[in-house]
C-alpha cells in the first residue's frame, strides 16, 4: 500500500462521515491536491498525529458519543468545522509557501568511490534543500561509465545534478544539458573548461588573495617568497600569484622545473633568495620523492615553508591553507539551494569557498624560532 492509500484510510477510520461530510470532503479534496506539491509522506506524517482528535471531536472515532447534551454537542461540533476550515486554510498556505526544492529529486553523480567525496557529500545533503530526495550514481572512475550514468539521469526527473570529482563532472557536461549541474572536488575546473550554460560549481582550492593575507597574517616580517613551478602545469598561476604578491606586501620569485630531476638545481638555487618557500599543486614539482627533500632543504636552510596541505604540516611544512571536504560539500549544498530557489541563475563562475582550514607545525615553528600571538591562535584549526 502506498502513502495516498494510508492517507485515504484515516479518512475512513471513523464509522460514517455524518457528522462533518462537507468538511471532511473538503479537507479530503485539499489533501489530494497539496499531493502534488508536496511529499506524500510528510502529508500523512501531518495526519497521523491529528486524525484520532479530529474524528474524536466529530464523533466520528467511536462508536458511542461523548457528548453529554445536544447543545454541548452542537458547540463541539461547531468548534471541530472551524478547526477543519483553518486546517485546510493553513495546509494550503503552508504548501504554497514552502519552497519548490523541498520537493526536488537531486542525483548525485561521484567520479569514484573514496573517502574525501563522502565526506563533501555528507556537508552537502546537511545544507542543501530541506526535503529534496537524493539519488547518488557512483561512475568507478570510469569516464565511459560516467557518461552512461548522466544520460539516465537526463532521462529521470532530477532536478539538479551534482557532480563530485573531474570524471563526473566531464560526463555530466557532456550528456545533461537541460539541467542544472553544479560540480565540487575539483581542482582548476576552468582548465577542464567546465563552463557550460548550465553549470557552475565551487572552487577546490583556496584563492591566491587569501593565502597572501593569510601568510601576511602569520608571518609579518617576511617578504620574500619563492615557489617552484612546471610552466606546463601552473605557469598561469604563477603569473596571477606574481601579480597579487605586492598588495600584501609581499614579492614573489619563481623559477621552472621541467622535470623532477631538476627540482634539486632549482630549489638550491631558490633558498638562497627567498625568506619563505610557498608549495602549490603540481605534479611535476611535488612527488612522494621530491617533498620530503624539498622540506628537509627548507629546514636546513632555516626556510618556512607554505604547503596546501594539512600532511605537508605534519611532515614539517610551517603553515598549511587548505579546504575542508566537508565544508566544500557544505557551501556546495548552499549553492544547490539557490539555484532551485531561483536565488541564483546560470551560468555562473565557479564560487571560492568562504571557509579555510589552516594548520601550523608549532615544531617547526619553535625551530625556526618563529612566534605567533595569541589572538591567531583561534584561527588555527590543526596543530602538530
Known sequence: ?????????????????????????????TIRDHLHRSRPEKILNVFQRIHLRFFRACGLASGRTSFASSRTAMSVRLLAAWA?????????????????????????????DIPAY??????????????????????????ELGKKLARKLRA?????????????????????????????????????????????GTLLEVPIDRQLKIMRTFLPTLHRLGTLYDPAKTSSWVKNAVLQAPISD?????????GEKEVPQQLRALLGDVEALWLMPDSTVLTNESLRFILDSALAHQIPVIGFSPEFTRLGALLSLSVNYGQVGRETGLLAKRILDGEQLLPLNPVPIDRFKITVNFKTAKFLGITFPKELMSFIDETY
Open 1 to 29: 500500500m502506498n502513502t495516498v492509500d494510508d492517507i485515504d484510510r484515516l479518512f475512513r477510520a471513523g464509522r460514517s462521515l455524518g457528522a462533518c461530510p462537507t468538511l471532511t470532503l473538503l479537507l479530503r479534496r
Open 84 to 112: 477543519v476550515v483553518g486546517l485546510v486554510w493553513l495546509l494550503s498556505l503552508c504548501t504554497l509557501c514552502v519552497s519548490e526544492s523541498t520537493a526536488m529529486d537531486i542525483a548525485i553523480l561521484q567520479s569514484s
Open 118 to 143: 563522502h565526506e563533501a557529500v555528507a556537508g552537502l545533503k546537511a545544507t542543501g534543500p530541506i526535503g529534496a530526495i537524493y539519488t547518488e550514481y557512483d561512475a568507478q572512475g570510469d569516464l
Open 156 to 200: 529521470s526527473n532530477a532536478s539538479l545534478v551534482v557532480a563530485v570529482g573531474l570524471k563526473a563532472a566531464l560526463a555530466a557536461k557532456v550528456e545533461i544539458v537541460d539541467v542544472p549541474i553544479v560540480y565540487m572536488m575539483i581542482l582548476d575546473p576552468l582548465k577542464h573548461q567546465l563552463t557550460a550554460a548550465n553549470m557552475t
Open 250 to 258: 609581499f614579492q614573489l620569485k619563481g623559477l621552472p622545473v621541467e
